[in-house]
């Protein structure tokens, strides 16, 4: 049974970003900017945003890093997108989520030019997501396709099962299934018969944040198995899949960590490349 290595994909994706933003440097005299927006100081989104600089660093991008106290009101976080949405050094501009609860998370989002959203979930962006004519993908979603590629799954024709329906992972992660010709279904928490419908699944994704709830009973044998669950467990970090069960019926499968994690920031990294190339258009 093969393990799909996101982090080898991740880290391929990244090397032909670096090779690239060189050459256009060389150019232009200029290189990508990614500005990341960080309120308050949740520990978990703060290495996301540490983790995002060092690759920035890593591949030739400009990072603009504004760190905010958790006080910082609604109207001075509107005011900082409305400076970077003007600045032309920033190409891409990321809103660290979850925000605080004084702040509205959509208003922010729909403040950000949508040309610069290179998370995409902008309304506009979602609308041409949903349409087929994306710009920006978001970036879990689009990692997703992009293994599943890498590894020649066939998506066509086939039964795509996803558990949970958030806007960040679920819903983006069908419509980008179903531009490829997948027939998709769509698990939630009040799904009636949950394990009839994931056994039916030649490729299924969970992504509910319940740590091992997907066991081997509910998956079919030698389906493709992706697990977008991040879970700390006994200190450890776990899917949402029971790993050492669900390894030996699948015929490719996503580890926690190092399967679906690492390609986030990777598409997070091109979403960012292909903002700065329309800029230079």
Do not use: W
């Not at 949970?164 to 983006?172: A, H, Y």
């Not at 493709?224 to 450890?236: C, M």
Request: proline fraction near 5%; hydrophobic fraction near 40%.
């Amino acid at each position: 049974m093969g393990i799909i290595d996101g982090k080898m994909v991740a880290s391929q994706i990244k090397e032909n970003i670096t090779t690239e933003v060189q050459s256009l440097k060389k150019k232009t005299g200029k290189s990508p900017g990614l500005a990341v927006v960080l309120v308050g100081d949740d520990p978990a989104s703060a290495v996301y945003v540490r983790n995002k600089n060092k690759t920035c660093n890593n591949i030739g991008f400009q990072s603009f890093e504004n760190i905010l106290p958790a006080n910082t009101s609604e109207s001075e976080l509107l005011n900082l997108i409305h400076e970077l949405n003007n600045d032309e050094k920033v190409n891409g501009i990321l809103v660290q989520l979850p925000l605080p609860n004084h702040i509205a998370s959509k208003k922010i989002l729909e403040a950000i030019n949508p040309q610069k959203d290179v998370d995409g979930f902008h309304l506009e962006n979602v609308g041409r997501l949903v349409t087929g004519h994306s710009l920006f993908k978001p970036c879990t979603p689009a990692g997703i396709i992009k293994l599943l590629d890498k590894y020649d799954v066939e998506i066509e024709g086939k039964n795509a099962v996803i558990i949970g329906r958030s806007n960040i992972v679920g819903k983006p992660v069908a419509f980008l299934l179903l531009e490829r010709n997948a027939t998709v279904t769509i698990c939630h928490s009040r799904t009636k018969n949950l394990s009839n419908l994931t056994r039916s699944a030649d490729i299924l994704i969970a992504a509910i944040g319940k740590p091992n709830f997907v066991t081997a009973d509910m998956v079919k044998d030698n389906s493709v198995v992706i697990d977008v669950g991040i879970n700390r467990l006994a200190g450890k970090l776990v899917g949402d899949v029971d790993f050492s069960s669900v390894v030996k019926k699948a015929s490719l499968i996503t580890p926690v960590p190092g399967g679906v994690g690492p390609m986030t920031i990777a598409m997070l990294m091109e979403n960012t490349f292909r903002a700065f190339k329309n800029s230079l258009k």
